[in-house]
């Protein structure tokens, strides 16, 4: 079983900014591509973004383009979620995950076949 740790949420208010960080095995981080994902209460698993590891394309979910930014560090074997102008909508569970993603299209959850286990992300207005 892979584990994928995650790190960095918190309790922040609108408009502030957080980085969450996931790190991973080694051979994982570097045959994988990453991705995040998040999940409201009462609500499905939503796609957030994603990093691929042949090249540096990025793949952003449009309710968080232009604020996020996904990066990897392959000396940390990490990937970062750099969240900045937060909003109260963007509270959420947030989901490290690796695996194989279709760049002709938008990643899925069944691109990603390893999960971590989930940071709490809550933005107060």
């Known amino acids: 079983q892979v584990q994928l740790a995650e790190s960095g949420g918190g309790l922040v208010q609108a408009g502030d900014s957080l980085r969450l960080s996931c790190a991973a095995p080694?051979?994982?981080?570097?045959?994988?591509?990453m991705g995040w994902f998040r999940q409201a209460p009462g609500e499905e698993r939503e796609f957030v973004a994603a990093?691929?590891?042949?090249?540096?394309?990025?793949s952003y979910a449009d309710s968080v383009k232009g604020r996020f930014t996904i990066s990897r560090n392959y000396a940390k074997n990490t990937v970062y979620l750099q969240m900045n102008k937060l909003k109260p909508e963007d509270t959420a569970v947030y989901y490290c995950?690796?695996?194989?993603?279709?760049?002709?299209?938008?990643?899925?959850?069944?691109?990603?076949?390893?999960w971590g286990q989930g940071t709490q992300v809550t933005v107060s207005s």
């Open positions: 995950a690796a695996g194989g993603v279709n760049w002709t299209r938008r990643p899925m959850q069944s691109n990603f076949a390893s």
């Open positions: 990093i691929g590891w042949r090249s540096p394309i990025t």
């Open positions: 080694e051979r994982t981080f570097r045959n994988n591509d």
